[in-house]
């Protein structure tokens, strides 16, 4: 079956340091992949998205993403945390077969200490 | 910008309600979709619509039916509401290709009492 996998609900990083969500997905066919981040009371909007191009994308305020195709994972990087990155990120995917569904992950909360 | 726009931030309905969630999109995108959203399992697929009049079961559409009369609106609707129906839902809209981003309102967050 297809699906995604994100490793971690919560994860806490000091404002400064590297950020590293980490996203797995299982699929027998090539997947299209996405990273949407959620603040609070706010519906999601697209960080990035990987679509068979270059394997390293990158994405809005500072974040990218890596397609590793032998390890089925996506994760989610920025170089240096700040307070505002503050927020729930989803990891999603769709399938050419699957006539253009987004399957989420379970979310990975982000916190960013001063 | 596109505007998802759903109609109640907040809701509070008694148990065998009848509910109507409605959202309206605002850039003609072909493509609609209720999602709801629950700690610790994300965003599930509830129904999605690619045609005006058109309406597929994503993967939990248990106790919810849908209405796409006109091509911005689309309406979720629980015919009994239940306690376990108490979500945050979340409407999206995007354009037809498969990898076309979605655009999401700001959610209603439901509780049924």
């Known amino acids: 079956a297809q699906s995604v996998t994100q490793l971690g609900s919560h994860v806490s990083v000091s404002e400064g340091a590297l950020v590293l969500l980490r996203c797995n997905y299982s699929?027998?066919?090539?997947?299209?992949l996405f990273w949407y981040v959620q603040y609070p009371n706010q519906g999601l909007q697209l960080l990035l998205k990987?679509?068979?191009?270059?394997?390293l994308v990158k994405g809005i305020n500072g974040f990218e993403a890596e397609f590793k195709k032998s390890e089925t994972s996506f994760h989610l990087t920025k170089p240096s945390a700040h307070m505002s990155d503050a927020a729930e990120y989803f990891c999603?995917?769709?399938?050419?077969?699957?006539?253009?569904?987004?399957?989420f992950g379970q979310g990975t909360e982000l916190s960013v200490k001063p | 910008d596109v505007k998802v726009t759903q109609s109640s931030r907040y809701l509070v309905k008694r148990t065998g309600e009848k509910v109507f969630l409605e959202c309206v999109q605002d850039?003609?995108?072909?493509?609609m979709f209720w999602y709801r959203q629950d700690p610790g399992l994300g965003l599930r697929l509830i129904y999605f619509?690619?045609?005006?009049?058109?309406?597929e079961k994503g993967d939990i559409p248990e106790g919810y039916s849908v209405s796409r009369e006109k091509k911005e609106r689309f309406s979720l609707i629980l015919e009994s509401a239940s306690t376990n129906q108490t979500s945050m839902y979340l409407c999206?809209?995007?354009?037809?290709?498969?990898?076309?981003?979605?655009?999401f309102g700001s959610g209603t967050q439901l509780s049924v009492l």
């Open positions: 999206a809209s995007s354009q037809t290709s498969l990898n076309e981003k979605l655009f």
């Open positions: 699929s027998s066919v090539p997947p299209y």
């Open positions: 990987y679509t068979s191009a270059a394997t």
């Open positions: 999603a995917v769709s399938f050419y077969n699957q006539g253009g569904k987004l399957i």
């Open positions: 850039m003609d995108h072909e493509n």
């Open positions: 619509s690619y045609d005006v009049k058109m309406k």
